[in-house]
């Protein structure tokens, strides 16, 4: 009798269980756990049970208790392991205690002490040909668990998986399945909101890890925390992209499972990868915050190639490692460093040395941390300051030693004359140093590029036939030049051309696609764009008030190229687009790229002085190398920004400097997430343009979109720049935002969902209410769009909710103001489109991203809504800063809320002329009060009260010249109080400033 394949996820786990422990895994058995046995066919893991965890000190008993018994017999004895005494208890109290602590990876790398025990919890890689190391890591007990019931209180309360060595878990999982109709995504999303982190088992270092998986995609998260749970894509990659390729021979994702969990894989992650790693406060020198580290998919993968190679073929070999940014070269570079250490060949070691080449203070910080877990830094890790160091380091023993690309030359020269004998893997880490130091060398060579300084170097050797055949050369690099493929890459044919490719590659493309970067790409806009995308929008009539639209429509149609108005253009949009609009929490920054020194220096005084004419709270830092004379006077960055110049990169990260103007620093290397938004003054092209717009692209949790608003570029050239790296449509040049009407038309045509169901979720999820009361809503609608549309219908309405929200997701992060309706049907559609059932055709593993973590972007969207929709108190509060107590002037009262606040207290009123009201009431009234001449002395020469009277004084002589064409407003000024007192505090409000 056949049965029906189960599609579940119970069928999933099943399939999952099965091929870890070579078993027909049935959850009711009991007696198997404590079976030492691996059957034939598994990858090496037990079954174990349900009902042997202890979920009062989080550990499987039966588990524990058998390696004990197998690898410390005494031990068992004296901590009385087979009875529930108390005897037992001190000892899984304290067990409990020590992985509170120090964290589950450190406790089973070495163990506990208890009393006058030494405790061994975990038997590490044996070396090759040690009989007893190998008999003892035999002894590990691997085991998964089904259905694990974990917490003490809501005692039904069961996960999918959990792994666990020895008895402590080290992993968990929530599995989905997208035939059921649910993903990954669910998976994360049950972590989130179900998996409660003050449970034992989800305590930060409790576990190592915890995976989300579904028959496509894995990811997971290394400290569970509600809502604010970080996962992170666990995926191979498919064509240069996100997600896994398709698997002949199984299930997408079981390379997790068959790969990289066996029990071999787990200990080298365990014992060379994973790690606690602690941050302190710079200022403070507190401790700040612990994080958890476990590898991503191309981390391992690159550093397990690279030591394979190297144990296989020895020293002198180059290799190109092609990692993006935001693809955690540091800690890639890290792991290499530590593990080459000890690779051998022939019992012999291969490398008697490391040395790696940066200019980046925190790949410093990385390695010392990774060695830390391992041996003792100081005895470990040197520094190659000067010429003599690297003879005392290597005379020391020395294993890794860590230089400059100044140093570069002078260590080469050592190693191929005093050092010949002797054999180095030289890791050259290629991302740029983002600031040059005080000398004026290191000011020389900060202009220069370090990609270039090592390339011209290692060629110089080549043609003299001095390349170091006693060294093998790893260069990581995000965006390598020809000469760095020749250099260092792979030689193959392709018809009669030798070409050149990476050893390994993470894309720019897969590491967008994965969240880890934006794409500064789909937000790129010219200023002739911008200005021609501003134009077509229709809302706001009056939209003209707006101070970036006058100053731009003066720009683009006068050709007026003044660095004053750029600069005020920069201002507007930053104050009105950014800060405004609450990017990024309201913690953006912004960058201005200038083509030299003195061009950065006039933006700075620019900047800065319209600043203080908006009354903006916010200040501007310049970042130049060497010394200027300007106005007769010699200045340095550090004169003009009163500080030194090593604390640029600290300060643009605090209240109150937002804008860092730039002359040729800071545009590579340089990794700020709160930067947002960049003005572009400069030419770029090829990789340059790449280098600089890449500055942006740094993820942060509240980060959601970037702009760039470029005055010197056109769209080709920058597209061209980065079509070696990847390609995407630069939205700016193909937006027309009619084309929305007509999307919302299809869509509403639909009736897939009513105007209250986007009523409601929206001001639900405004309100901050929880994803259980949005569900039932969206669930309601899923059942339409399931049962009312047909495949055509279904294939229609999704594709033109993904395109409405592009479309709008684009528009609205670089427009002053856009269409209230449009923001809501945004809002519904990013919860309604990740839930609604692919059509049959829909390629499922295309691995694209689309869900959104709406939470994070609440705060956001409310700042939005709050402009689009001002309620009758329209100042907006000032963005509090922390440099002082000064709040900005509140702009204008938008013209539009003038009106709105108008028709709300005075609609009832039955005006001949409605329009003709509203204009005079927001144009020719405002103007005639400001220019009284009594009223303009009172505002220059005295206070704010005397201001006032003279206003109040100056608009009843208006209102007075009003009274024959007008006669109506001006009885309604006379007679009506709360009409005289509202239009009195308005048209003031209006003009004071």
Known sequence: MSHATDTSEKGLETLIVEAMTGTKADPAQTDMGKEATVPYGSTGWILGHSQDYNREYAVDLVQLTAFIKDTQPELAE?????????????????????IAKRGIIDVLRNGIKHGPHNIELFYGTPTPGNKKAEERYSLNRFSVTRQLRYSRDETKLALDLALLINGLPIATFELKNSLTKQTVEDAVEQYKRDRDPKELLFQFGRCMVHFAVDDHEVKFCTHLNGKSSWFLPF????NDGAGNPPNPDGIQTDYLWKRILTPKGLTNILENYAQIVEYKNEKTGKKEKAVQIFPRYHQLDVVRKLLAHAEQHGVDNRYLIQHSAGSGKSNSIAWLAHQLIGLKKNDKEIFDSIIVITDRRVLDKQIRDTIKQFAQVSSTVGHAEDSGDLRKFIENGKKIIISTVQKFPFILDEIGTDHRGRKFAIIIDEAHSSQGGNTAAAMNEALSDPEDTINDILEKRMKARKMLSNASYFAFTATPKNKTLELFGEPYQQGRQTKFRPFHSYTMKQAIQEGFILDVLSYYTPINSYYKLIKTIEGDPEFDTKRAKKKLRKYVESHDYAIQLKAEIMVDHFHEQVIAL????????????????????????????????????????VAFSGEREYGGVKITEATLNEFPSNKIEQRIKEDPYRFLICADKFQTGYDEPLLHTMYVDKTLSDIKAVQTLSRLNRAHPQKHDVFVLDFMNDTDTIQD?????????????????NKLHDLKSDLDSYQVYAPEDIEQLVELYLSGSDREKLDPILDSCVVTYREDLDEDGQVDFKSKAKAF???YGFLASILPYTDAGWEKLSIFLNFLVPKLPAPVEEDLSKGILEAIDMDSYRVEKQAVVKIQLPDSNAEKEPVPTSGGGFKPEPELDRLSNIIRNFNDQFGNVSWNDGDRVHRLITEEIPKKVATDVAYQNAKQNSDKQNARIEHDKALARVMTSLLKDDTQLFKQFSDNESFRRWLTDTIFEMTYK
Do not use: C, W
């Not at 950065?600 to 916010?618: C, D, F, T, V, W």
């Open 582 to 621: 609450n990017k990024i929490g309201g913690q953006a920054r912004t960058m201005v790229v200038t083509d030299g020194v003195e061009r950065a220096i006039q933006y700075y005084h620019a900047i800065r002085n319209y600043l203080n004419e908006r009354k903006s709270p916010y200040k501007a830092i």
């Open 78 to 98: 004296a901590l009385d392991l087979g009875n529930s005494s108390p005897t037992r208890q001190k000892f899984l109290f304290r067990l409990q205690g020590e």
């Open 805 to 807: 929200n592009r479309t």
């Open 235 to 238: 995926n191979q990659g498919y």
């Open 721 to 737: 720049a980065f079509s070696d790296y990847y390609r995407t449509t630069i939205l700016s040049d193909e937006t027309d935002p």
